[in-house]
């Protein structure tokens, strides 16, 4: 077990989501969880669609631009 400091607003909004007999731990787990789900549905939606487009190489040639530069302070 962890304690944790938060901010009176985001403690406001952890409280609103509140199922009832959810402690904070669940609300968070429950939160993290349906991100997770939500950011690989879209990778699995989105994976792939861009392979052989316009797009795609649009971007690989940005990218073949884009230089790290070294600066003297």
Known sequence: ???ISLRD???EELSRLKREGESFS???MRLLRNNRE???EL???YAGKLRG???EEM???ERRKFRV???DL
């Open 59 to 61: 971007i690989m040639e």
């Open 69 to 71: 530069r070294e600066f």
């Open 43 to 45: 990778l699995r939606r």
């Open 38 to 40: 939500r950011s690989l």
């Open 1 to 3: 077990m962890k304690n």
């Open 26 to 28: 669940d609300v968070i």
């Open 53 to 55: 487009s316009d797009i």
């Open 9 to 11: 607003e985001v403690y």
